[in-house]
């Protein structure tokens, strides 16, 4: 079948969780597993309330898992408190939203220099590393406009080049085109696609909507909680 | 790092900014009221610390307790000081020279302008020469009085180069001048050297029996203040006891019922004091409690704060915020608001108390209220108000960094 691939940077195994609300206990992941390789472009598929935005925010180190185990980079981070998973989240993991989830006081240069200066990164080094990839997104002449003055497309160009400020290992979108009209959003899954292709960049990706899934190596789907279905793209 | 900080944090003041003033609002008013009423309060305390500066330690008053609150030390008592008890004092071991002093006001009018000011009287006779040697009288200009001068004044230094010649007349007075004093005309003699207080510098000296005959005091066989010079200074207490008994039997009243003074200048000046102190205090306490009103109002909008950028909060964590960058970036947002609100209040207290002094000094012609803020004050006042903004954004600054990210990127409060 598939040639072995290399070793899974992102590894869930049996990752279970619940949460209470009230009386009611919610069941959103059970018994999830996961493994995505090194430089691999995944889809996460299901339908709404099958535990896609869970599982996204267990692989972003966003939260933990009420059972199960979590690798990432060969890290357990299923036991982490918020500070260390603040940590792996700014180093490691660069989030693409459907909202765009840029900071509304801040130009689109500053956008991108924030994750960086959360890490420390001198003020010189973080200036010519968001104007770079500004450049990438090719939104360089928009460099000083606040969100509210950019397009919905142009917005979420200035997200995926903040998303690799910090030069993660993984690049998590939740529904990337979830809010721009088609064409636009061919756009930003060029840019995507371009990030896999040519800088190798290792791809997780939270869809409902097929066509944009298939741009990636392999669709997983997610009912209740679990991946009941893997398919290969047929590319 | 904590620059980048300090810029993120004021641009979301600025983004509110209407809301950031008038929270700042609380905090300036305190501010203000401390600086300025701490900074005249302690110019009235300097001032009044000068006054009493020149006088010597061997020196003693005696005074009838005053009914009214205003006007000329020793005027308005009910039951003034006898002329005859002077003599009385004088028999007392350890006086050195007891005399009587008339102090009283009188309209002194030069050119066509008036002014009232007190007059103080000097004795005659071989007393003289004590009280100068005592006071340290000296002229700048023309000479001090003699007995023959029964219409001649001495002038503080103020009518010639000072305040009160600025604010009054149009020209400085020189000896030799004439001028009216309660409309009878009067020789000035000499002008006093600065001593740089009020009492001297605005005075007008005449001899005792001048004072009388031509009736600036009544009279009625009674002084308003003693001076009692004293031999040996060690003893300063026991004869002020001493004096004390010899009034109470005099004026017919019980011990701890005194309807009379007898203090060295320094105990007057730490009675003066300690009511300036209960005064400043006061102010203080009521300042305080607007702060902490203030505070309250930064707790207020810094909580409203977390509530609305609760979203922003959970984009940041996402992005690599720990909490303790969160809880830092809202620290300063407060303590920011705290500061600047601070640094207003600074400028107005200042702006109030030196507007206030000026005017004053225009209206009245008089230095006693004039401001004393020292850079303590300012930096003091600017680190209260720093702490109080940073206290006071410590439990909303807490709550922001605590948020899960999860629940705050979907917005939910």
Redesign the interface.
């Known amino acids: 079948m598939a040639k072995k691939p290399n070793k899974p940077i992102i590894e869930l195994k049996d990752v279970w969780k619940i949460y209470q609300m009230g009386e009611v206990k919610v069941v959103a992941l059970s018994g999830l597993d996961l493994a995505v390789s090194k430089g691999e472009f995944v889809s996460i598929m299901g339908p709404s309330g099958s535990g896609k935005s869970t599982a996204m925010?267990m692989i972003?180190c966003?939260?933990i898992p009420t059972k199960g185990t979590i690798f990432l980079d060969g890290k357990d981070i299923s036991q982490m408190n918020?500070?260390d998973l603040?940590?792996i989240?700014?180093?490691k993991i660069g989030?693409i939203?459907q909202q765009f989830?840029?900071?509304?006081?801040?130009t689109a240069l500053e956008n991108i220099m924030?994750?960086m200066?959360?890490?420390?990164m001198p003020?010189d080094e973080r200036m010519a590393k968001a104007k770079k990839l500004l450049k990438m997104v090719e939104l360089d002449e928009r460099m000083d406009h606040k969100p509210n003055e950019l397009s919905g497309g142009q917005q979420q160009r200035v997200a995926i080049a903040?998303s690799l400020s910090?030069d993660p290992e993984v690049i998590l979108a939740d529904e990337p085109t979830g809010n721009l009209d088609s064409k636009t959003g061919n756009t930003v899954m060029d840019f995507l696609k371009k990030l896999h292709k040519e800088e190798g960049k290792t791809i997780v990706m939270v869809t409902h909507d097929e066509d944009v899934a298939k741009n990636a190596d392999r669709i997983e789907y997610l009912k209740d909680g679990k991946i009941v279905k893997v398919l290969k793209s047929g590319r | 790092m904590i620059s980048d900080y300090i810029s993120l944090s004021v641009r979301s003041l600025l983004k509110r900014r209407l809301r950031t003033y008038l929270t700042m609002i609380g905090i300036f008013i305190g501010i203000a009221a401390v600086v300025s009423l701490i900074g005249l309060g302690e110019g009235l305390r300097v001032a009044i610390t000068s006054q009493f500066g020149f006088l010597g330690t061997d020196v003693l008053s005696v005074q009838a307790a005053n009914i009214n609150f205003a006007g000329a030390p020793g005027q308005g008592a009910p039951n003034p000081l006898q002329e005859d008890l002077v003599d009385k004092i004088n028999k007392i071991n350890n006086v050195d020279r007891a005399f009587g002093r008339y102090i009283g006001s009188a309209t002194i009018e030069f050119r066509d302008k008036q002014k009232i000011e007190f007059i103080v009287s000097i004795p005659g006779g071989e007393d003289r020469r004590i009280f100068e040697r005592m006071m340290n009288l000296k002229t700048q200009d023309g000479r001090l009085l003699t007995d023959q001068d029964t219409r001649g004044a001495l002038l503080g230094s103020n009518y010639h180069t000072g305040t009160t010649y600025g604010a009054t007349f149009d020209r400085p007075i020189n000896a030799g001048d004439k001028v009216l004093i309660n409309d009878k005309q009067f020789t000035v003699v000499g002008i006093l050297e600065n001593k740089g207080s009020f009492i001297f510098d605005d005075a007008i000296m005449m001899n005792n029996d001048v004072m009388i005959t031509e009736g600036i005091k009544a009279d009625d066989g009674t002084v308003n203040i003693i001076g009692v010079k004293v031999k040996d200074v060690d003893q300063i207490e026991q004869t002020r006891l001493d004096i004390e008994k010899l009034l109470r039997k005099e004026r017919d009243v019980k011990e701890g019922e005194e309807d009379f003074t007898v203090q060295t200048p320094q105990q007057a000046l730490e009675s003066l004091n300690s009511t300036l102190f209960a005064v400043q205090l006061f102010v203080t306490i009521i300042a305080v409690i607007s702060l902490v009103v203030g505070g309250i109002g930064i707790m207020n909008t810094m909580y409203t704060a977390v509530l609305e950028r609760t979203k922003e909060i959970g984009i940041m964590k996402s992005i690599g915020a720990r909490n303790s960058t969160i809880f830092t970036l809202f620290f300063i947002e407060s303590g920011m608001m705290g500061m600047i609100g601070g640094l207003i209040g600074i400028g107005l207290g200042m702006s109030f108390a030196y507007g206030l002094s000026y005017i004053a000094g225009l209206a009245l012609g008089s230095d006693l209220i004039r401001a004393s803020i020292s850079i303590w004050l300012v930096l003091g006042a600017l680190a209260f108000s720093f702490f109080f903004g940073t206290i006071f954004g410590v439990l909303p600054a807490i709550r922001a960094s605590k948020l899960n990210p999860v629940d705050s990127l979907r917005g939910a409060k």
């Open positions: 925010n972003g966003l939260d918020e500070s603040a940590q989240r700014g180093q989030f939203f989830n840029l900071i509304p006081t801040l924030l994750p200066i959360f890490q420390g003020r903040r910090n």
